[in-house]
C-alpha cells in the first residue's frame, strides 16, 4: 500500500530552511518510495560527504542507482550540477553554435551560471524539468538548495528572468540609440550618462562584459522566459506536491508557518509539513520514572530532561495545531547519530511511516 504522501504525487519538493535535515529527510522518503515499489529518482544539492557515498554520488553528477538496494521498486539519486544544467540550456535554447561559445566565455555568464543569487534554485527546477519530460521515473524527489529563507527558492525563476527583460537587455545592445525613434534617442541620451559613469565606476571591461552578454543572450531570452512559465506549470500542477521540513527551535516554526502560507499564496499543494527531530527515539514522555534510591541522580537527569521536552512539546502541540487545517503533519525522531549509509535511510523511512500512522 503506498504512503499517503506519494499518493497522485509525480514530484515530491521537499522545501525548508537550513539546518533542519531536509536533505536526509528527502533520501529517506525516496528509500520509502522504492520499498513501495516505485522507481524514484532523488535530486538533491550538496549532501555530507558520507551520504553522497551511500547514494552512490560522490563525485558524479550523473543520475546514478543507489547500490547495495534490495527494494521492490528502484532507487537513483544524482547531484545538480549547476554550471552544466545552465549550459545544457542555453545550448538548447540558442540558435547558433558561435554565440553558444561566446557566451559560455562571457565573465558575467560564468558568475551567473555559478554563484549569482537565484541561478542555483533555477538549474534545480530546470533540472527537475528536464527529468520530468522525460518521465523517465515513477516519482522524483527534490531536495531544495539550502536559501537564506525557504521563500527565495519559489521566486528565483521569476527573479532570474527579469534581469533578462528586454526592457534592460536592449540599453546594452544598443547604447547609442541607432534602431529607436527620436524620442528613443533622447531617452538614450540618459542611458548613455549612465553607462559612462558606471564605466568610470566598473572599468570599461566590465561594460564591455555586460553588452557582449546581453548580445548573445538574445537567442535564448525569449526560450528563457518561456521555460519559467513551464516550471511554473509544473510546480502548481496537482500531482506536484510540496513537503515542509522544519524543527525546533522557535524561530524555525515561525519561519515554517509564514512559508506555508506563502506556498498556498502561489497557489502550491503543500500536503506535508514534517516536524523533524523532535525527540531523541528513546525518550518516552508519559513514561513516570522509578524514584529508586539508589539512582537518585539519574532519576533526577531523567526528570529534568522529561521537563525539558515536555516544554518543547508543548511548543509543537501548538504548532501542529496551526498547520492541521492546511496539510497532514507528523513528527520523526532524532536517531541521535549521524545517518550516512543505507540502513540508517531505511531507519529513517521506518520512522517516517510510524509518523505518518499517528498523525
Not at 552544466?84 to 560564468?110: C, G, H, M, P, W
Not at 553607462?195 to 557582449?212: C, P, Q, R
Not at 527551535?249 to 497557489?267: P, V
Request: glycine fraction near 6%.
Amino acid at each position: 500500500m503506498s504512503s499517503a504522501i506519494f499518493q497522485e504525487t509525480k514530484i515530491l519538493v521537499c522545501v525548508g530552511s537550513g539546518g533542519v535535515g531536509k536533505t536526509t529527510v528527502a533520501a529517506s522518503l525516496a528509500v520509502l518510495a522504492a520499498k513501495e515499489g516505485k522507481k524514484v529518482l532523488v535530486l538533491t544539492i550538496d549532501p555530507a560527504k558520507r551520504l553522497a557515498q551511500t547514494l552512490g554520488i560522490e563525485g558524479t553528477k550523473d543520475v546514478t542507482r543507489v547500490p547495495g538496494q534490495d527494494f521492490k521498486g528502484e532507487l537513483y539519486a544524482s547531484v545538480i550540477d549547476h554550471k552544466k544544467t545552465f549550459d545544457d540550456f542555453v545550448a538548447r535554447a540558442a540558435k547558433k553554435s558561435e554565440a553558444v561559445e561566446k557566451i559560455y566565455k562571457n565573465k558575467l555568464y560564468q558568475q551567473l551560471s555559478t554563484s549569482l543569487s537565484g541561478s542555483q534554485e533555477f538549474t534545480a527546477l530546470e533540472k527537475l524539468y528536464s527529468i520530468y519530460e522525460s518521465q523517465a521515473f515513477d516519482l522524483i524527489i527534490l531536495d531544495t538548495p539550502p536559501t537564506k529563507h525557504a521563500l527565495d527558492f519559489l521566486q528565483a525563476p521569476q527573479k532570474l528572468s527579469a534581469l533578462f527583460t528586454e526592457g534592460v537587455a536592449k540599453w546594452f545592445r544598443d547604447p547609442a540609440g541607432k534602431k529607436t525613434s527620436f524620442l528613443g534617442k533622447m531617452l538614450h541620451t540618459g542611458t548613455k550618462q549612465v553607462l559612462k559613469a558606471l564605466e568610470v565606476l566598473t572599468g570599461s571591461n566590465f561594460i564591455h562584459e555586460l553588452g557582449d552578454f546581453f548580445i548573445n543572450i538574445e537567442q535564448w531570452q525569449e526560450q528563457l522566459l518561456k521555460r519559467t512559465t513551464e516550471v511554473h506549470r509544473m510546480l502548481t500542477a496537482p500531482s506536484t506536491r510540496f513537503c515542509l521540513v522544519t524543527s525546533f527551535d522557535q524561530a524555525k516554526l515561525k519561519e515554517a508557518e509564514f512559508f506555508s502560507h506563502q506556498i498556498r499564496l502561489g497557489g502550491h499543494n503543500l500536503t506535508t509539513v514534517v516536524l523533524n527531530r523532535v525527540f531523541p527515539y528513546w525518550l518516552d514522555l508519559s513514561a513516570e520514572a522509578a524514584a529508586e534510591k539508589a539512582h537518585s541522580e539519574l532519576v533526577n537527569l531523567y526528570s529534568q530532561m522529561r521537563n525539558y521536552y515536555n516544554q518543547k512539546d508543548q511548543l509543537y502541540k501548538k504548532f501542529e495545531a496551526t498547520m492541521k487545517k492546511d496539510a497532514r503533519i507528523f513528527r520523526i525522531p532524532d536517531l541521535v547519530k549521524d545517518i550516512s549509509d543505507l540502513s540508517g535511510l531505511e531507519e529513517v523511512s521506518a520512522l517516517i511511516v510510524e509518523g505518518e500512522k499517528k498523525a
